[in-house]
């Protein structure tokens, strides 16, 4: 009984905590309900429209509604677009330019260069690449009442519009670019104003004028015309907008980092120009555009004129050569012209073959006419330093020293001279000789040795008369004479004698005073070529620095104008 009693004790004791505890809960839980509550009214008074009974939903299905709210906007706005489209394309003729039959269609032109050069002189040319933009209106494309927003179209929209035909008649070759897509932008206005920009690289001819190269400015025009509709059906103009800060802007704009290897650009020396050409096909509206590039001196003065210059200063150095070192200066002078014959050759290779005469032109020439005058002040060294020789005058009969005498024969008939003695001596048999008689030829008979001569008469030692007439009969005193020692020549020998006749002829010239002296030639080009040289250079620079100067200010009024 008692334990009964305990327990329901126990239970109401728990029961009263319990119902306490899940007082308190429900008032929180209330409390909670009634924020989101409150939150909830007011974002979706804030979402539904004017007049509409506020469901109450919860707050996350509140959060998929917005979800497909904004979901259905975008597909109800593509389904709305894609049915402009349909509605304006649907009578739509893109063989026919706007406005047929009435007013010529105004397309205005606006480019934005990326871009500039190379600039080539030797195909006379230039590449620029940029963003071409035109602008016109088609009123068949007027969609104001349907929608309030610019429509920005693929590129494969351009298949089903009217498009101007415009192209570039100087150009030497031209392309769109299309990576990785075509770069192409086209976006059509409620007016029916249409915008279609695309990025091309054009290169254009670009004629020079290479008379003051490499103090020239060149002005290289990039042209635009219309190629099948005339001034009757299409119009080409420079569009000049307005920018936000109130400016007009210019319809060419240049990026500013554009930087050219030979040439400085100036962005405010571009000028536009509006014409018309007439044609036999009609009468096109064309537009051009006129940059101004001027050549940068620097790179030329250290490949061409530097060089140059000392090319002709190392001619110099042949003056102070001695003239008898004649391989030292012709080494010296011929490898000069031919440095700088190759150095005209080799700088004119890269420029077209103009019959103009350039500026380098006539400093190369006038430096080629100094190493040639090196070369030409050599060669008067040497012909003024050769010694010349003029004949000695003749000397009288009575001054010359005669020669001593000889008696003898040549050395040739000495031989048959010994087959046809005859001699008279006990100690010696017809036709012999001593041994001394193999003696060389005699040249002198002593007539103080006895006075007895070799005679011509023909006798032989028996005293009758010899055979032959020329035998000569040698007494016993001559004998001796004949065979005792004598000096002889030797045979005669070639080179001594060629010797002998050159120094004969040396010794009837004697030399002539030269007319000019040498040394005072070398004094002269010393001081003569290094100061004609420099008075040159001098009137050279100022020339035609003065003149690009005064072009450029010509330049600049006519911009300013």
Not at 116 to 138: C, H, K, N
Not at 492 to 504: E, V
Request: hydrophobic fraction near 35%; charge should be neutral; aromatic fraction near 10%.
């Amino acid at each position: 009984m008692t334990s009964h009693l305990l327990l329901a004790l126990l239970l109401a004791a728990a029961s009263h905590v319990t119902d306490v505890s899940a007082y308190e809960s429900e008032a929180h839980r209330r409390r909670q309900e009634r924020m989101v509550s409150r939150a909830r009214r007011e974002v979706i008074s804030e979402y539904s429209p004017p007049g509409q009974t506020v469901v109450d939903t919860t707050y996350r299905n509140l959060e998929l509604e917005a979800e497909n709210k904004a979901e259905f906007d975008r597909k109800m706005k593509m389904y709305q677009t894609s049915k402009i489209l349909g509605e304006l394309l649907e009578d739509y003729d893109s063989r026919l330019r706007p406005s047929f039959g009435g007013d010529p269609v105004q397309v205005d032109v606006t480019i934005h260069v990326d871009s500039l050069g190379p600039i080539s002189e030797t195909d006379m040319s230039f590449r620029v690449d940029f963003a071409f933009r035109q602008y016109w209106q088609d009123s068949r494309l007027n969609f104001a009442e349907k929608s309030s927003e610019s429509i920005t179209l693929s590129h494969e929209f351009l298949h089903k519009i009217w498009l101007p035909d415009t192209y570039f008649p100087e150009s030497l070759s031209a392309n769109k670019h299309s990576v990785m897509v075509p770069n192409i932008l086209l976006r059509l206005s409620p007016d029916g104003n249409i915008l279609y920009s695309c990025r091309v690289t054009v290169v254009s001819k670009c004629p020079m004028d290479l008379e003051y190269f490499p103090l020239d400015t060149q002005k290289c025009s990039l042209m635009i015309e219309a190629y099948g509709y005339t001034v009757n059906d299409l119009t080409l103009n420079w569009q000049m907008k307005n920018g936000s800060d109130g400016t007009i802007q210019e319809p060419v704009q240049v990026a500013q980092a554009i930087e050219l290897s030979q040439f400085k650009y100036e962005p405010k020396s571009i000028k536009v120009e509006n014409f018309t050409l007439s044609f036999s096909t009609g009468n096109f509206s064309d537009l051009m555009v006129t940059f101004e590039f001027q050549r940068t001196l620097l790179y030329f003065v250290l490949q061409s004129y530097v060089p140059a210059t000392l090319i002709v200063t190392l001619s110099w150095v042949s003056f102070w050569v001695d003239p008898r070192s004649i391989p030292a200066r012709a080494s010296l002078a011929i490898t000069t012209v031919l440095t700088m014959i190759t150095l005209m050759g080799a700088t004119n290779s890269n420029l077209p073959r103009v019959s103009s005469i350039k500026a380098l032109d006539i400093y190369f020439g006038i430096c080629f006419l100094y190493v040639f005058g090196a070369l030409v002040e050599f060669a008067l060294v040497c012909y003024f330093n050769k010694p010349r020789y003029q004949p000695k005058p003749p000397v009288p009969p009575h001054e010359r020293n005669p020669e001593p005498s000889s008696i003898g024969v040549p050395w040739r008939r000495e031989m048959r001279m010994k087959n046809s003695l005859v001699v008279e001596s006990p100690n010696y048999t017809q036709n012999e000789f001593p041994p001394t008689s193999t003696s060389p030829l005699l040249r002198k008979v002593n007539s103080a040795a006895g006075s007895e001569m070799m005679t011509h008469t023909p006798l032989t030692p028996s005293g009758s008369t010899a055979r032959n007439p020329f035998e000569l009969q040698l007494t016993p005193t001559v004998i001796p004479m004949l065979y005792q020692p004598v000096e002889s020549d030797p045979p005669p020998d070639p080179q001594r004698a060629s010797q002998r006749k050159r120094k004969s002829k040396r010794r009837r010239h004697v030399p002539r005073q030269r007319s000019i002296e040498v040394s005072r030639i070398d004094l002269y080009s010393r001081i003569m070529f290094p100061l004609t040289y420099i008075m040159i250079c001098i009137i050279y620079w100022m020339v035609y620095i003065g003149v690009t100067g005064l072009e450029a200010a010509q330049n600049s009024q006519e911009q300013e104008g």
